[in-house]
């Protein structure tokens, strides 16, 4: 599996679009590239997902460079309820989650 | 709707002892995955189960750890002998059609085991 670059920690203001960045330079063209996110004391929550093109979905959009080599979650209007730690992953086959982005949504 | 649902929630156990882990995967749910969670850290593979048939156990980190689906429904993880480095959150998650790991996994709250 391709390993995956995120910044450990982000701060968005609550009602603003939270952007959240993902390298994933080593990515091979059968991989898709997952976006979970984990509240705290709660499980791994599914967000979306993608191969080439770019996604959107109730909960976010997912945006994926030309060449595949990183995306962008895009959360368009962040509430407090967001903040939980988020985790790219690139995979055709098991789910590796790495250490992913604290996203804190402040008021 | 019932999602996933994992007993115990909490469970102290002492060095030695045996543990079991219940899992409640949606009713319907082909597919269902174990996974350990140690403080500070990502969710790490453990085990998968296709029905009753277990096709992957390369992430069980020794021969303590063992895993069943009997019936295809209710999943147990039971380690044995525990030692404290096994303390953990333990995660099940379970996904509706065969296509396995791409397929969109739903988690449970886990549970939380503390060796002493």
């Known amino acids: 599996d391709a390993k995956t670059t995120q910044p450990p920690s982000m701060d968005c203001a609550e009602g603003r679009a939270a952007n959240l960045p993902c390298n994933h330079s080593?990515?091979?063209?059968?991989?898709?590239v997952y976006w979970y996110r984990q509240i705290h004391s709660q499980g791994p929550q599914y967000i979306i997902h993608g191969l080439k093109n770019n996604e959107t979905n109730e909960m976010a959009s997912l945006i994926i460079t030309e060449d595949r080599k990183s995306s962008t979650l895009i959360l368009p209007h962040a509430t407090l309820r967001d903040t939980a730690v988020y985790y790219c992953?690139?995979?055709?086959?098991?789910?590796?989650f790495g250490a992913g982005t604290i996203l804190r949504v402040k008021s | 709707g019932a999602g996933v649902s994992q007993s115990p929630r909490y469970k102290v156990a002492k060095r030695g002892q045996d543990v079991a882990l219940r899992c409640d995967p949606i009713?319907?749910?082909?597919?269902l995955f174990w996974y350990q969670q140690a403080l500070g850290q990502g969710p790490e593979f453990l085990t998968y189960?296709?029905?009753?048939?277990?096709?992957?156990k390369s992430g069980l980190p020794s021969d303590r750890f063992f895993a069943e689906r009997p019936e295809g429904s209710v999943s147990t993880l039971k380690i044995q002998r525990t030692q404290q480095e096994d303390s953990a959150v333990y995660l099940c998650?379970?996904?509706?059609?065969?296509?396995?790991?791409?397929?969109?996994?739903?988690f449970g709250p886990g549970t939380r085991l503390t060796v002493l």
């Open positions: 992953i690139v995979t055709n086959d098991k789910l590796v």
């Open positions: 189960f296709q029905n009753e048939a277990q096709l992957d």
């Open positions: 080593t990515i091979s063209g059968n991989e898709y």
């Open positions: 009713s319907g749910h082909v597919s």
């Open positions: 998650a379970s996904s509706l059609r065969l296509a396995g790991f791409t397929d969109t996994q739903y």
